[in-house]
């Protein structure tokens, strides 16, 4: 009787062992999937950010390509550049934003 009580004891012991190691897992597997959640959202944004950085990106490529025809006109019409000095700034200013604009990718497409 008494090796019984023992091994009851024992088993008892394990269970409560057993349980607290399942509330941990628990715990542990829900702080996971919170996390989970929180990088795919995350991800999500910054798939987003993305997607609205490159259609910028692409819009800037096509301001760029107009204003490089516009200028090519012009020398082409034997017009004098230096009449439409906005048009170069304009063309340096997408230049300049371009090139932010890609590194805005590069960052975003990096930070995941």
């Known amino acids: 009787k008494e090796d019984q009580e023992e091994r009851i004891s024992t088993l008892e012991k394990r269970y409560l062992t057993i349980q607290k190691e399942t509330a941990h897992l628990n715990e ?5 999937e919170n996390e989970l959640t929180t990088k795919d ?3 999500q944004h910054g798939e987003e950010k993305y997607q609205a950085l490159q259609d910028k990106c692409d ?3 096509q301001k ?3 204003q490089n025809e516009i200028d090519l006109s012009l020398k082409q019409n034997g017009l004098p ?3 439409y000095s906005s048009s ?3 063309f340096h200013q997408l230049q300049n934003e371009y090139d932010d604009l890609h590194m805005e990718l ?3 497409i990096y930070s995941f």
Not at 28 to 32: F, H
């Open 28 to 32: 542990l597997n829900n702080r996971l």
């Open 81 to 83: 550049l230096s009449a």
């Open 64 to 66: 760029f390509q107009y």
């Open 41 to 43: 959202n995350q991800y």
């Open 106 to 108: 590069t960052r975003v």
């Open 88 to 90: 170069e700034d304009k």
């Open 59 to 61: 819009l800037l490529e």
